[in-house]
């Protein structure tokens, strides 16, 4: 945390979940990872998105503001409970067109690992594996990935792929091996900026410069030379009511604002 | 049709062997605890478990596990007791990954019937280095690329649901995971229901059936059989609770109590039960029962 950011209103993992929602447009269907990606989807239709439709990789289909704590484990605010090979053909098909996931590593093409980080089969750490993110990225129209970033997790080549993005960054490479059309990453949201993707490339589009953030420290937990944007900005801080309906409605207990910043892992039953 | 009602310890000392692949039913809903803990009890070991979102850690904790057939599952032992213990006896299971759509194909796949199913996810991934079950494929109609998964046909099926009839017709309501493809991929199927009914209940809301009685091989009466875990329409989970506690493995002391006490210290389910409400008080599962149901429009059938 920098000298700036304690002194700030809000914290990283509250920008990150902010500028996440924002990425939430007005009727998108929206596949979201349990956690942080389903309080950013929340906060979306608590302010600019009421009418998106949120499904989750087990399977539940829901238009309505649920509470957080029955994220995964519905009572009746579902539309349908279809299960999870249901959801995930509606993906396959073509038919959810925004997804949304965290990461354990990413590298410059938008390949994530939530696998293993070293050597598979003597990893230094292991994640959880693919969950629904394979599927989330494989399938969906464009996706928003969430990360903490640091120089070990923003890597030139990720360890392991489980869930592909541009792979080697060839143009049309994700088309050629069979992957859907016109899908992959679109954001990436950390701690400190934003990134698009240029030509399957991660490009910084905007620094958390009101929490202190500098481009020096951007550079510095990045593994690989960051293409800038030449539009870069500042990210837009969090606004007063942004702020209040994420503490005070969505998530109260701010687990998942602390949880953003680690990576987007989900509750298991 | 015949009766299929018997004990949890019949039914699993019956239809569960060693070596075999489990499917474990209850994807972040009604995990079928009772006959998780009855199999850990019988001591039935070298399995291969299928799970999505069900975690079976005392499974694992105990060296009963050779191998998970997942899509998401927490394997840092360092960070677990029961996994970490495990990895100590050298039991630690081998983990075969896929996405949830992987895992949820592979059991369609063994649904259906067909020894592989085609799809357009796990390309460009490194899964499939690592799971010969996962290959990439021509398609014989376009001539681009296509995965192709293996079908996964479990031995067994343990599934805990709402209500059965005793010839095993199950309904399941609430977040179903992959419990329909589940149990019906696998070859022999154990229903645990919190309550039986008669087959006149069954049939007069037969889309709820999931698995109809002819393909069920044993319907066992289990009141509580999910808790700690939540079942829709009867009870919260018990979020926080001893139980979940102890089952998610905190640490050696609280897992190994657990073990002792509520595992191998008990004969099953029902003196389980007894058992906790003894030390934590007689309401401690009228505690998690619903405080506010809700129901749904009666469906009409007839003629």
Redesign the interface.
């Known amino acids: 945390m920098t000298q700036k950011e304690k002194e700030t209103r809000y914290s990283a993992g509250e920008q990150m979940i902010v500028s996440a929602a924002r990425q939430i447009v007005k009727d998108d269907i929206v596949y979201v990872g349990v956690g942080v990606p389903m309080v950013a989807t929340l906060l979306a239709k608590y302010t600019h998105a009421p009418d998106c439709v949120t499904i989750t990789?087990?399977?539940?289909v829901r238009v309505t503001k649920f509470p957080m704590d029955e994220s995964?484990?519905?009572?009746?605010l579902a539309d349908q409970?279809?299960?999870?090979?249901y959801v995930?053909c509606l993906?396959?098909a073509g038919y959810i067109n925004t997804g949304f996931l965290g990461a354990g590593q990413i590298d410059r093409y938008g390949n994530i690992n939530t696998?293993a980080a070293g050597d598979?089969y003597k990893p230094e750490?292991?994640?959880?594996?693919?969950?629904?993110?394979?599927?989330v990225i494989?399938?969906c129209h464009r996706t928003i990935v969430t990360i903490r970033q640091s120089r070990r997790r923003f890597l030139e080549k990720v360890d392991?792929?489980?869930?592909?993005g541009y792979?080697d960054g060839r143009p049309g490479?994700?088309e050629?091996?069979?992957?859907?059309p016109n899908t992959g990453p679109s954001i990436v949201i950390s701690n400190l900026g934003v990134y698009a993707f240029d030509n399957g490339e991660m490009l910084l589009k905007s620094i958390h410069s009101d929490l202190g953030v500098t481009m020096e420290q951007v550079k510095a937990e990045i593994s690989w030379d960051i293409k800038i944007a030449p539009d870069l900005t500042d990210t837009e801080p969090p606004t007063e009511e942004e702020l209040h309906l994420l503490r005070e409605v969505v998530d109260p207990q701010k687990i998942f604002a602390r949880r953003a910043e680690s990576p987007g892992l989900?509750?298991?039953? | 049709m015949s009766n299929k009602l018997m004990t949890l310890k019949e039914a699993v000392s019956k239809y569960v062997k060693s070596g075999d692949t489990l499917f474990v039913g209850g994807a972040q809903h009604a995990t079928p605890q009772a006959a998780l803990h009855e199999i850990v009890r019988q001591k039935i070991d070298h399995l291969g478990v299928v799970a999505v979102l069900a975690q079976p850690t005392l499974l694992i904790g105990e060296g009963l596990v050779d191998k998970m057939i997942t899509g998401y599952a927490a394997q840092d032992y360092t960070a677990s007791y029961p996994l970490g213990k495990a990895k100590a006896m050298n039991r630690f299971p081998v983990y075969e990954e896929y996405s949830h759509f992987g895992i949820s194909l592979a059991l369609f796949a063994g649904y259906m019937g067909i020894p592989f199913i085609p799809t357009k996810g796990h390309l460009g991934s490194d899964m499939p280095k690592y799971n010969k079950n996962i290959k990439s494929i021509d398609c014989p109609f376009t001539g681009g690329k296509v995965a192709a998964i293996k079908a996964v046909v479990p031995d067994v099926a343990v599934i805990h649901v709402q209500r059965a009839d005793a010839e095993g017709n199950a309904q399941k309501w609430g977040s179903i995971g992959v419990d329909v493809e589940g149990i019906n991929a696998s070859r022999k199927v154990i229903v645990t229901a919190e309550t039986i009914v008669s087959s006149d209940v069954i049939r007069r809301d037969p889309n709820r059936t999931i698995i109809p009685g002819f393909r069920v091989s044993a319907v066992v009466e289990q009141p509580w059989g999910a808790f700690p875990s939540r079942l829709a329409g009867f009870y919260n989970a018990d979020r926080g609770g001893f139980m979940r506690v102890a089952i998610a493995g905190g640490n050696e002391q609280t897992y190994e109590d657990y073990l002792r006490d509520f595992v191998y210290g008990v004969k099953d389910w029902n003196e389980y039960i007894e058992k906790v409400k003894s030390i934590k008080g007689a309401d401690y599962f009228d505690k998690a029962r619903l405080k506010n149901p809700v129901k749904s429009e009666p469906i009409i059938t007839g003629s």
Do not use: C, K, Y
């Open positions: 990789e087990n399977g539940i995964t484990d519905v009572q009746t409970l279809p299960g999870m090979f995930n993906a396959q696998t598979f750490h292991r994640w959880n594996g693919s969950g629904g993110g394979n599927d494989s399938f392991f792929i489980t869930s592909p792979l490479q994700r050629e091996i069979g992957l859907p989900q509750q298991q039953s």
